[in-house]
T-cell receptor
């Protein structure tokens, strides 16, 4: 069974630009969660989608948004990038919810210059 | 904001020893508990999950949960150099359906 895939794997953007990251969950998994990982803050929850609906949201500004499609694939978007947005962005999928067993993708390493 | 606390380490053990990793959490309503292993430059990998008080064993790994003390631990028996990684404890917040991660404990197993 294929695991969670994320594209692109690496991205370099300039302050003020926007970026869209993509995640394809494990087949049959309907819950997709997004996390930001930085050395200082660790893994922080961004949001979770289930059946195309955002069920939960972490404490991030409105510049961070996401969506989920009918095939459970998900995208997250960050607008007006700031230097502090440089991080590893991880997507995780689960059969039912973000508090059940989640499996992570390889992540997208975003660098903002 | 509910918290999950782990000793940051580093924890260093000799090959063949038992490594003990600990985690405490603040939300009494938490119902699900996970241990992830993260190698440097890689994404977290789920290695254990536990939902009920007591012990759960899987190969060389044992997860222990004590809800009364709000404490969860991971024991790694017969530690191998390949176990050297950062171990993340994650707790499912009661009611909010959010998974809260600790900042991880770095484990080094010395040959």
């Amino acid at each position: 069974k294929a695991g969670v895939t994320q594209t692109p794997r690496y991205l370099i953007k300039t302050r003020g630009q926007q970026v869209t990251l993509s995640c394809s969950p494990i087949s049959g998994h309907r819950s997709v969660s997004w996390y930001q990982q930085t050395p200082g803050q660790g893994l922080q929850f961004l949001f979770e989608y289930f059946s195309e609906t955002q069920r939960n949201k972490g404490n991030f500004p409105g510049r961070f948004s996401g969506r989920q499609f009918s095939n459970s694939r998900s995208e997250m978007n960050v607008s007006t990038l700031e230097l502090g947005d440089s991080a590893l962005y991880l997507c995780a999928s689960s059969r039912s919810s973000s508090t059940a067993e989640q499996y992570f993708g390889p992540g997208t390493r975003l660098t903002v210059t | 904001q509910k918290e999950v606390e782990q000793n940051s380490g580093p924890l260093s053990v000799p090959e063949g020893a038992i490594a003990s990793l600990n985690c405490t959490y603040s939300d009494r309503g938490s119902q699900s508990f996970f241990w992830y292993r993260q190698y440097s430059g890689k994404s977290p990998e789920l290695i254990m999950f536990i939902y009920s008080n007591g012990d759960k064993e899987d190969g060389r790994f044992t997860a222990q949960l004590n809800k009364a003390s709000q404490y969860v631990s991971l024991l790694i028996r017969d530690s191998q150099p390949s176990d050297s990684a950062t171990y993340l404890c994650a707790v499912g917040e009661g009611g909010s359906e959010k998974l809260v991660f600790g900042k991880g404990t770095k484990l080094t197993v010395n040959p």
